[in-house]
């Protein structure tokens, strides 16, 4: 089964800072991964993707994203933060089956000024 | 093109008593999947729905089940409510079906549910 790991439960960072958020994942192939934020009292919000191509993906609100098979690791990135992108920010995985996605336990990002 | 709706989106509920929570897909998506999200066990998944059928089913007890109408729209129900069922609960629609899905997952704002 699949599995993905956040090691980072929170992170602070200072406005205009660059950002980067850790990802492993535990899969047998070649996973789809997404990462998804979650500000407080909304649903998911989905941030980018990668299913197959170029291991650098970009993203909507200025996130980007790397794939390493090497590293099983697919972690976010976003070169200056705003006091906005303070949230919730989840790793996800889907194998090939029709299996849902299997989160990670999520990193809390803080934003200072 | 209208995202995905959940009602209600709020609930309070007394142990022993079920629960139908209700979801509307993206328009024209065809695979709805339920998530149960709580501060200790995180974002879990529940069950997904294509074209009417449970396709998978997460790791959960019998008590939580699930439909799909043909509009796409689903329920989930919850009976013999427990304490532990406090969570917000989650929908989340992508297109389904055949080769190049990329199983894009678009949730809604979800069904907070406070049993007590």
């Known amino acids: 089964a699949q599995s993905v790991t956040q090691p980072d439960i929170h992170i602070t960072v200072s406005e205009g800072a660059s950002l980067e958020l850790r990802c492993n994942y535990s899969?047998?192939?070649?996973?789809?991964l997404f990462w998804y934020v979650q500000s407080p009292g909304q649903g998911l919000q989905l941030l980018l993707k990668y299913f197959s191509g170029d291991t650098l993906v970009q993203g909507i609100k200025g996130f980007e994203a790397e794939f390493k098979r090497s590293q099983s690791s697919f972690n976010l990135r976003k070169p200056s933060v705003h006091w906005s992108d303070a949230a919730e920010y989840f790793c996800?995985?889907?194998?090939?089956?029709?299996?849902?996605?299997?989160f990670g336990k999520g990193t809390h990002l803080i934003i200072q000024p | 093109k209208a995202g995905v709706t959940q009602t209600p989106r709020y609930l309070i509920k007394t142990r022993g008593q079920q629960v139908t929570l209700s979801c509307s897909p993206i328009?024209?998506?065809?695979?709805v999947s339920w998530y149960q999200q709580t501060p200790g066990q995180g974002l879990q998944f529940l069950f997904e729905?294509?074209?009417?059928?449970?396709?998978n089913k997460g790791n959960f007890p019998g008590r939580f089940s699930g439909r799909q109408f043909s509009n796409s729209r689903s329920e989930m129900n919850v009976s013999t409510l427990e304490l532990g069922d406090s969570a917000l609960y989650l929908c989340a629609s992508r297109l389904g079906g055949l080769a190049g899905d990329s199983y894009e997952q678009y949730f809604g704002p979800g069904t907070r549910l406070t049993v007590t």
């Open positions: 996800a995985v889907r194998g090939g089956g029709a299996d849902g996605l299997t």
């Open positions: 328009s024209g998506h065809r695979s």
């Open positions: 899969y047998g192939a070649t996973p789809y």
């Open positions: 729905y294509f074209s009417e059928t449970q396709r």
